[in-house]
């Protein structure tokens, strides 16, 4: 489903569903059950690619940078 079909049904703007879809990537990623590519498919993104350029633009990490952070488990 588009973003624009999605967002007309739940009354948000375009940009809050790509910032919504960014927030629970990075919740999934920092639980580290899933890889990249999981995560990314699992939000709507269509390549781990597309998910790393939304994520530095609007939260200024990259799933690599946020891993990293991390301590290891």
Do not use: Y
């Amino acid at each position: 489903m588009s973003a624009i079909i999605v967002s007309r049904l739940l009354a948000l703007t375009p940009r809050s569903v790509l910032r919504r879809r960014v927030e629970r990537a990075r919740i999934l990623l920092r639980q580290g059950d899933l890889n990249t590519s999981e995560v990314a498919e699992l939000t709507g993104f269509a390549h781990q690619s597309h998910l790393a350029h939304w994520m530095r633009r609007e939260i200024g990490q990259t799933p690599r940078d946020l891993r990293r952070a991390q301590p290891p488990k």
